[in-house]
């Protein structure tokens, strides 16, 4: 008798430990799914994102970036040694638009923006070269 009240015990705390841990599981792969978007655009999907609630994030050095940007883009040079500090004083509750020069910059701020808070972050690909190239403005 004394061996089936172990058994049944040890049986029980067995299913609770695995029900907690599917549980643990579970909530992680919720908290995953809500990063939703870290994806690579067309320069004309990515105008087609540009609405009051984004965050346009020019991440070229401050010399490419006064010789001409976006308008109403903030620079925050990729190269900068605190530049996740920088973008971390940014509101991740916006959307965020990230370009460069040709694409290769923003596309690796998106890779080390990603798990900093912003649910959604738009690359372009070709940067603002194809952006003038599609006869989209700039301003300087």
């Known amino acids: 008798m004394k061996i089936i009240k172990i058994v049944t015990l040890i049986s029980v705390l067995l299913f609770i430990s695995l029900s907690c841990e599917s549980t643990k599981t579970n909530e992680k792969i919720t908290a995953d799914q809500e990063v939703a978007v870290a994806k690579d655009v067309s320069v ?57 020069a040709s694409g290769g910059r923003s596309s690796g701020a998106m890779k080390k923006i990603k ?22 403005e700039v301003v300087k």
């Open 44 to 100: 004309k999907e990515f105008k087609s994102l540009i609405t009051d609630d984004v965050i346009l994030l020019d991440v070229r050095r401050p010399i490419e970036y006064n010789a001409g940007h976006l308008a109403g883009s903030i620079n925050i040079n990729f190269f900068d040694d605190d530049f996740l500090q920088q973008v971390s004083k940014l509101d991740n509750s916006k959307t965020l638009l990230i370009y460069c």
């Open 115 to 136: 798990g900093s808070g912003f649910a959604k972050m738009y690359n372009m690909l070709g940067g603002i070269s194809s952006w003038q190239g599609a006869g989209f």
